[in-house]
């Protein structure tokens, strides 16, 4: 399959670990995003790609967030000193081209990573 | 910030009968697209509408993007089992360097048999 690959699929991790998520977009895809998405609520944008740039964190929710993508495809997004709050599942989009306002693409979701802070 | 509201948050009903969610924006948007999620699966894509007024189907699907451009619909009729699953419209905003887009929290289809 050449779809969005995250992992791990679940995660559960002890209050105040370190955990750190992984996402495969489609191959060549220059556009990545993350999102995070609490039960019974829609995806929240957390922080976006364009190849190995991170143009915008305005969604990370704190400083314990963090977000990589240094190659340009596979990203890892890093939650230090993990809270109960964390607790959610995180997905990754990909798209194929640089998303420009009037020119906007389907964004290719992965099954996510649900995270699970005990 | 934008904000983006879906209503109903959940909807019932049997099948064969039509449905409808509604999506508002706080703020006049530059396109909306509609994204379908099926229970324990990732959002997949349906539509993205761009021109004010603009209608577009799918089979039994038709969307509508307002006039002012800050309102969309989705309306399915003569659903399906297969209909089942969160409905999620997500917008982007005039004026953002990029296709940033901010979901609605999704209206939750169930169709009985």
């Known amino acids: 399959g050449a779809g969005v690959s995250q992992s791990p699929r679940y995660k559960v991790a002890k209050r105040g670990q370190d955990v750190a998520l992984r996402c495969d977009p489609i191959?060549?895809?220059?556009?990545l995003f993350w999102y995070q998405q609490a039960l019974g609520q829609g995806p929240e944008f957390l922080t976006y790609?364009?190849?190995?740039?991170?143009?915008?964190k305005s969604g990370l929710p704190s400083d314990r967030f963090f977000a990589e993508r240094p190659e340009g495809s596979v990203s890892t997004l890093k939650i230090q000193r993990t809270q109960q709050e964390d607790s959610a599942v995180y997905l990754c989009?990909?798209?194929?081209?640089?998303?420009?306002?009037?020119?906007?693409?389907?964004?290719?979701f992965g099954d996510g990573t649900r995270l699970s802070i005990l | 910030g934008q904000q983006v509201m879906q209503i109903p948050q959940y909807q019932h009903v049997q099948e064969g009968e039509d449905f409808t969610t509604y999506c508002n924006s706080s703020?006049?948007?530059?396109?909306i697209q509609w994204y379908k999620q099926r229970p324990g699966g990732h959002p997949v894509f349906l539509i993205q509408?761009?021109?004010?007024?603009e209608v577009k189907k799918q089979k039994r699907l038709t969307f509508q993007f307002g006039e002012a451009k800050k309102n969309s619909s989705l309306h399915i009729t003569a659903t399906q089992t297969t209909d089942v699953g969160t409905y999620f419209c997500?917008?982007?905003?005039?004026?953002?360097?990029?296709?940033?887009?901010?979901f609605g929290q999704g209206t939750i289809l169930t169709v009985h048999p």
């Open positions: 703020t006049t948007l530059s396109n």
């Open positions: 509408l761009v021109k004010s007024g």
């Open positions: 191959s060549g895809h220059v556009s």
């Open positions: 997500a917008g982007t905003g005039s004026g953002t360097s990029y296709g940033k887009l901010t």
């Open positions: 989009a990909s798209s194929p081209i640089t998303q420009r306002e009037h020119s906007n693409q389907p964004q290719h």
């Open positions: 790609f364009q190849n190995e740039a991170q143009l915008d």
